[in-house]
């Protein structure tokens, strides 16, 4: 019985609180709907908040209250993982209001934004392309802000995320071998421009691996005039593999590849 009353308890306040909200959503009281808003939003109803903020913030442009809004407005979507839409309103923040009091966290918020909708390597990485150019535009822009310790792991992290997707593409090439062409020099292209871009990269060793073996294969795969120039470039790479990796625990596979590869030039 407790729990039943408990329960209608609970049911009307519910139907309490909904019924605020329509009666506030159909007002012109605009100050009340600004500071109810704000309500909402300690309270992390952040729909019920950017709902209001966004009926009242054409009133309120250019005022007190609408740089305020505007930014609890980008606060209320970012809570609620919204992302694309709380940069927008970010953005429109830093634009409207570049000396504004939240102008350094509207920044930041936008290469947040980015960050977070960043995907899995294996898709797209526009947005993670994107958010490594808005955070170092923050960077730039607020060099002092306490942020930057944030802001450099945050890039670290997208950085290694596209020199994941940089590795994927360069063993897709290794994979697809002789398939339609010399698959196996793009895929040394391909290693070498990412270990180029992204040096510190904990990739780095299965980049250069990944060269080493194309051009094992293209040797092995090569018409006979052109196996002893490749199989010498073979011998090369894997002494700079050895170098940059001596401890490597690829050693034993590319040592492998090293032996076939002398054996054939004797």
């Known amino acids: 019985m407790k729990i039943k009353n408990i329960y209608l308890l609970l049911l009307s306040l519910l139907l309490v609180s909904c019924s605020e909200y329509t009666k506030l959503q159909k007002s012109t009281d605009n100050n009340l709907k600004f500071e109810k808003a704000k309500e909402y939003y300690e309270k992390k109803k952040y729909m019920h ?42 953005a429109s923040y830093h634009r409207s209001y570049p000396k504004g009091r939240y102008a350094e966290e509207s920044k930041f918020n936008v290469g947040y934004s980015y960050h977070k909708d960043s995907p899995h390597p294996k898709f797209d990485q526009a947005s993670t392309t994107k958010a490594i150019e808005e955070l170092f535009l923050f960077s730039d822009l607020y060099p002092q802000s306490k942020r930057l310790p944030e802001v450099l792991e945050m ?53 250069a691996l990944i ?5 094992f294969q293209q040797a092995e795969k090569s018409v006979l005039e052109k196996q002893e120039d490749r199989y010498r470039d073979t011998v090369d790479e894997y002494y700079n593999f050895m170098n940059d990796f001596p401890d490597s625990k690829y050693a034993n596979e590319a040592k492998q590849m090293f032996e076939k590869s002398q054996k054939q030039l004797k």
Not at 54 to 81: A, C, D, I, R, W
Not at 162 to 188: E, M, T
């Open 211 to 215: 060269i080493l073996k194309s051009k």
């Open 155 to 207: 890039v670290k992290e997208l950085q290694e995320k596209l020199a994941y997707k940089a590795y994927l593409n360069a063993n897709l090439y290794y994979k697809l071998g002789n398939y339609k062409g010399n698959n196996y020099q793009s895929a040394v292209i391909a290693a070498k421009n990412a270990i180029k871009e992204f040096p510190n990269s904990k990739h780095r060793e299965e980049l």
């Open 49 to 90: 908040a950017a709902t209001l903020f966004e009926q009242v913030l054409p009133v309120f442009k250019g005022t007190e209250k609408g740089e305020e809004t505007l930014y609890l407005l980008g606060m209320s979507y970012l809570h609620n993982k919204d992302y694309l839409t709380a940069r927008s309103y970010f």
